[in-house]
């Protein structure tokens, strides 16, 4: 398709969104970086560097559609164990990156946060994002939240651990205290939509907490082929959804 035909049919498919139901917290698992470079014949590293090409798209086009949070799963707890040239070459990128698009990311009005265990990520590149935070931090667009060293369940546990730290008695755990003791509970409210690229249908221990009411939208495009179309589609796949938090058709209707 060419790219007139793309801007062509992106408009046809703005005409069909309901702009009073756009998700307010999507969630993104970026897969296939790898697989996009194999396919174009270059080294996995090159697949990741148009994987954040992609990323400063979709931010523009969320904050554009009126998106509050735009989480990323970017690395997760797990992907340390890749090769250790491959690890290196992915947090130079991070910081690299966000550091590269900061003033575009300002002028846009988007607000930058970290989400992830802080104690055993690189200090260098920990520092390198705080101070990206606090350079965005009065903005109140879009909240861009890359998930770094991120694991869903790991979260839980540090989560737990605070709440063991403060002495809370077993009869005072709640929902509410655990939701509270997340990371960046303050800010991140639950994901309302949950997109993983490249056809894997899982969602990799990514937000478990969080998106325990999320739609879930699967597609085949690999990430660094996922354009504003392909965030269209996700969208309006949602809209079609009927979300009923547990209770009946008839109750959400009424
Ligand atoms: C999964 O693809 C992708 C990652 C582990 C890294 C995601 C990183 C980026 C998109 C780079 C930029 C991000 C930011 C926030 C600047 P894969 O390597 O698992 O792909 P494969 O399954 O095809 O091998």
Redesign the pocket.
Same mark, same amino acid.
């Given at each position: 398709m060419t790219n007139q035909s793309r801007e062509e049919l992106k408009k046809e498919m703005m005409a069909e969104v309901d702009m009073k139901n756009i998700p307010a917290h999507i969630g993104i698992i970026?897969?296939?970086? /790898?697989?996009w470079a194999k396919k174009t014949g270059q080294p996995?590293i090159v /697949?990741?560097h148009e /994987?954040?090409r992609r990323?400063k798209n979709i931010v523009r086009f969320c904050n554009d559609i009126g998106v509050k949070h735009l989480s990323?799963y970017?690395?997760s707890i797990e992907?340390w164990s890749r090769p250790s040239l491959e690890v290196s070459a992915?947090m130079r990128?991070?910081s690299t990156?966000?550091i590269k698009e900061r003033d575009g990311l300002n002028a846009e009005n988007v607000r930058f946060e970290f989400c992830g265990r802080r104690e055993t990520m690189p200090p260098k590149v920990m520092e390198e994002l705080d101070n990206i935070v606090n350079y965005l931090r009065k903005n109140t667009g879009l909240t861009l939240t890359?998930c770094i060293n991120y694991g869903g369940r790991a979260e839980i546990v540090d989560a737990v651990k605070a709440i063991i730290q403060k002495g809370y008695k077993p009869e005072e755990i709640t929902e509410d205290l655990i939701s509270q003791h997340l990371y960046c509970s303050d800010i991140l409210p639950d994901v309302d939509l949950m997109v993983r690229t490249?056809g894997e249908m899982r969602t990799s221990n990514f937000h478990i907490w969080r998106a325990a009411y999320s739609e879930l939208y699967f597609t085949p495009a690999l990430?660094p082929e996922f354009d504003s179309v392909e965030m269209l589609k996700a969208i309006l796949a949602y809209q079609k959804r009927e979300r009923r938090f547990g209770m009946t058709s008839e109750q959400v209707q009424a």
């Open positions: 970026m897969d296939g970086n /790898g697989r996995r /697949g990741h /994987g954040a990323v990323l970017a690395f992907n992915l990128l991070f990156y966000i890359v490249s990430w």
